[in-house]
């Protein structure tokens, strides 16, 4: 299946406008699916599996968000992710815009990576 990026995000926009009853001015590519859409931990299992009925792809418990990082005191030190820890969210989550997480690495600025554009990303990845 061969998309556009705007068909990719279209369809991003409808799943999610779904999955958090947002409306469809709310998912812009750089609003985070936490803060900015409200959703909470139960809705993201909710959002891959709208994805993988939309998109007809099957996507791994852990793959679109690993947080699996965060528990290993290895990756996390004083609420703060390592930066042995940022190389492994960046291998786990390739998808990602880190940039803006690697200038203040805290547990707690996590949430401002998982973006409506890095959704978008990760489709167009699986799809490819």
Sequence with gaps: MSLSDEEVFE???EVLEEALGVDEDEVT???TIGEDLGAESIDYLDISFRLEKAFD???GETEMFDQSV?????YVQDG???????AKLKEKMPHAEWSAFEEDPQVDNLGDVFTVDMVCK????KIA
């Excluded at 965060?70 to 290895?74: A, R």
């Excluded at 990760?122 to 990845?125: H, L, N, P």
């Design 11 to 13: 369809k991003v926009q």
């Design 29 to 31: 590519p750089t609003a």
């Design 57 to 59: 792809i099957k996507i």
């Design 70 to 74: 965060l528990s290993d005191p290895q």
């Design 80 to 86: 703060k992710v390592t930066g042995e820890g940022l």
């Design 122 to 125: 990760f489709v167009k990845a």
